[in-house]
C-alpha cells in the first residue's frame, strides 16, 4: 500500500477536424516532464487511453509491471476536466487536469 498518493496531470483536447472526423490528443504528465501523448477518434477512448496510460505510469514509480493497465478504475465519472483517483489494482493515484495544477 502507498503512504501519499502520486499525482499526475493530463490534457484532452480536440484536434482540428479531418476528413476523417474530429479526433481527441491526450498528454499524461508527472511535474513537468511528459509520460505518455497519443490520440483517439472519440473522446471517450482518449480518456479511457489516458487512464490506462496512467496506470503504468503509477505501476512503473513503483517499481512494478503493470498486468491489466486497462482495467484501472476511477472513484467517480471520468469526464474531461476532472480530477479522479485512480485504482489500480493495489496502487492508487490522483489524476488531475493539466489547469488545475498550482503554479
Known amino acids: 500500500m502507498q503512504d501519499e498518493l502520486p499525482t499526475f496531470s493530463y490534457l484532452i483536447e480536440p484536434m482540428p477536424p479531418t476528413q476523417l472526423g474530429r479526433r481527441w490528443r491526450w498528454q499524461l504528465y508527472r511535474g513537468e516532464r ?6 483517439h477518434y472519440g473522446q471517450r477512448q482518449a480518456l479511457g487511453a489516458l487512464r490506462t496510460a496512467t496506470s503504468r505510469a503509477t505501476h512503473e514509480l513503483a517499481g512494478l509491471t503493470a498486468l491489466r493497465p486497462e482495467r484501472a478504475t476511477t472513484d467517480r465519472r ?3 476536466g476532472a480530477t479522479v483517483e485512480l485504482t489500480c489494482g493495489a496502487l492508487r493515484c490522483t489524476l488531475t487536469p493539466l489547469a488545475a495544477r498550482p503554479t
Request: proline share 0%; hydrophobic share 90%.
Open 34 to 39: 511528459m509520460l505518455a501523448a497519443g490520440w
Open 78 to 80: 471520468f469526464i474531461a
